[in-house]
DNA sequence: GCCGTTTTCGGCCCGACTGTTTTCAGTCG
């Protein structure tokens, strides 16, 4: 798709008409455009050719035009012609904390710094300080800066990043100072990945709650430490800023703190519309500035008219208008779960038997899971014979008969081999009760044999799920070159599910093409390709797309009870969407 | 550059913090 190209020009446009001190508002129209773009879930080529680019929120004439000429001519004249005045490295400054738009000008313009490493260069020679408006500190602090860029961490996984604020939230959530405590920012948002970590509290005791936080022993340097505000680096370079404000103002704080920018942008916007300020500590009246709401989150969208919005719909995807429209979703909760599609044991690479996972699975509460060890080629993965699989038939039935409260289906995590054919016939795939396939190996292709490889899969009549679509590894692998939108579209007509994959580091499919599979009429299964025990608590994270990809309960075949799964994986054709 | 229940022109979210300054610009979220 050119979706996430075009975003990548028009955000690196947006930064040089920064630096070129443009309007900011035509800076944030394109901005918008690039949030607009990552989230939109549609191919804007097939906007595009359906002659619609304007009915998307935030496109207007020039946006159009720069768009088609893009998608015709793979180029964009007034893209290069910014570059020409202002390099690629100049841009690049941008990434320094402590720099931003003016400063990066200023340093291009007297001091010809174009790179992070002449940067590096004038800083040491001490040329910095002696520019307008610099001094002794803005050198330090730039120096510093390079400093955390050349360390720095990619993005955090959602994953790692959720049992770390657990962690600390459970640590001064035992204070008695603390009246309230919250995550906020894209954390709070479920986002797959997280830059730092932001925690609110309610206290009327700010300093007593700074100055255990700061010195926590996990704490390995404080950044800054005030009365409201202060951010410390734990072990493996995670950021954790920690704000407290006062209880009356809870609320509107984690409303503010939660974001998204431009989701809070919108919401600002509507706000004012109604003779409404809003800001971290309450909502006002404009004219007598009256504190009308701010001690509760929900109060700030009911004011507007809106219904509660869940923060992981707060990305300016169309969940304003869904909402005065009264139009929302009601999403998937983890509770509507019953039970775990995807999961490994020691019969082929898992780490615990069928049983341990089984007891694991009833403890969480789910009627049924799904045995799926891999099938004979993924040799690597001790992946099963057919012999195996047979022997496995026996076991199951065996503990089906002895374990209560639990079944346990049998199934496969077939491989979906280089020629697109299965890795068992269909007579022995015909016998399991569930069956997902996957592509595990020549994931170089091209792009139309990889597609395809995948079409042949769900056309096949006794393949009900395929696993981790696009086969990425967040901060790793790039998505396979595979035509996500053909996939889907066959998903629909054979009635094949696509996986949610809830392993931290795949999510796989992701929020925004799980919200087009749903358009499409394509159901979704949520796994969590368990290897242990301790995997299958991760199913939370595959809730989190699910809930950011604007699904609901009935677009999860695993939210079925036993018998309707059954129904729904007996005749799979039946469930198409033509 | 986008947008429209007064508007096709004139608006466009809001505040904290920092450092370099004598009243404010730049950056961040």
Redo the contacts with the bound molecule.
């Keep these: 798709m050119k979706n996430s190209e075009l975003a990548h020009i028009f955000s690196q446009i947006a930064k040089i008409l920064?630096i070129k001190g443009e309007?900011?508002?035509?800076i944030?129209?394109?901005e918008?455009?690039v949030s607009v773009l990552n989230g939109l879930p549609t191919d804007i080529e097939t906007v595009y050719r359906k002659g619609e680019l304007?009915h998307?929120?935030?496109?207007?004439?020039?946006?159009?035009?720069?768009i088609e000429e893009y998608l015709t001519t793979n180029k964009l004249e007034?893209y290069e012609r910014l570059n020409e005045s202002v390099p690629f490295g100049v841009v690049g400054l941008?990434d320094?904390?402590?720099?931003?738009?003016?400063?990066?000008?200023?340093l291009y313009e007297k001091l010809g710094v174009d790179s992070i490493e002449k940067l590096e260069k004038a800083v040491n020679e001490h040329r910095i300080?002696d520019l307008?408006?610099?001094?002794?500190?803005?050198?330090?602090?730039i120096l510093r800066?390079i400093k955390a860029y050349k360390k720095r961490h990619e993005r955090i996984l959602l994953g790692n990043a959720l049992p770390v604020a657990s962690n600390v939230i459970e640590h001064l959530d035992g204070m008695k100072e603390v009246q309230k405590i919250s995550i906020a920012?894209s954390l709070r948002r479920r986002a797959e990945t997280i830059?730092?970590i932001?925690i609110l509290v309610a206290s009327n005791h700010p300093d007593v709650i700074m100055k255990e936080f700061t010195s926590l022993p996990q704490v390995d340097e404080i950044l800054?430490e005030?009365?409201?505000?202060s951010s410390v680096i734990i072990k493996d370079n995670i950021?954790i800023?920690l704000r407290i404000v006062d209880f009356s103002s809870f609320g509107a704080a984690l409303q503010?703190?939660t974001?998204s920018?431009n989701h809070?942008?919108?919401?600002?916007?509507l706000?004012?519309?109604h003779g409404?300020?809003?800001?971290?500590?309450g909502v006002?009246d404009?004219e007598s500035e009256e504190k009308i709401a701010g001690e509760q989150e929900v109060e700030i969208y009911k004011i507007l008219n809106l219904p509660y919005i869940p923060p992981e719909l707060r990305e300016d995807r169309g969940e304003i208008e869904s909402g005065l429209k009264n139009t929302l979703p009601s999403i998937l909760e983890l509770s509507d779960l019953k039970g775990d599609l995807h999961l490994h044991t020691n019969w082929s690479d898992g780490k615990n038997s069928i049983l341990e996972m089984a007891i694991e699975a009833r403890e969480i509460g789910y009627q049924y899971i799904a045995i799926t060890d891999h099938s004979q080629s993924l040799g690597i993965a001790a992946g099963l014979t057919v012999e195996k699989l047979y022997e496995q038939v026996k076991e199951i039935k065996q503990l089906n008969s002895e374990i209560k409260d639990i079944t346990i289906l049998h199934g496969i995590e077939v491989d979906i081999k280089s020629d697109g054919s299965l890795d068992f016939p269909d007579e022995i795939l015909s016998e399991l009760d569930i069956v997902i396939a996957a592509i595990h190996s020549g994931l170089k292709q091209e792009r139309e044999q990889l597609t395809q490889r995948i079409i042949s899969a769900m056309q096949n009549r006794y393949v009900h799920i395929i696993a981790h679509t696009t086969g990425r590894i967040i901060g790793y692998r790039e998505p396979y070159q595979i035509d996500i939108n053909r996939v889907i579209k066959i998903a629909a007509e054979t009635g094949t599910a696509l996986e949610i994959n809830s392993c931290p580091e795949r999510l796989d499919l992701n929020d925004v093409y799980c919200r087009t599979a749903k358009e499409k009429g394509v159901q979704m299964a949520i796994g969590t390709d368990a290897h242990n025990t301790n995997g299958l608590k991760s199913i939370n994270y595959g809730v989190s797309v699910a809930r950011r990809g604007w699904l609901e309960k009935e677009d999860i075949i695993n939210t079925l009870s036993l018998n309707e799964l059954l129904q729904r994986l007996k005749n799979k054709k039946k469930f198409s969407k033509l």
Excluded: H, W
């Design positions: 920064k309007n900011p508002f035509k944030r129209a394109y918008n455009i304007n998307i929120p935030g496109v207007g004439k020039a946006i159009a035009k720069k007034y941008l320094i904390l402590e720099i931003g738009p003016k400063t990066a000008g200023l300080k307008p408006g610099m001094g002794e500190k803005s050198e330090e602090n800066g920012g830059g730092d932001d800054s005030g009365l409201t505000k950021q800023d503010y703190f974001g920018q809070n942008i919108r919401i600002r916007g706000a004012q519309k409404l300020k809003i800001n971290e500590y006002y404009t």
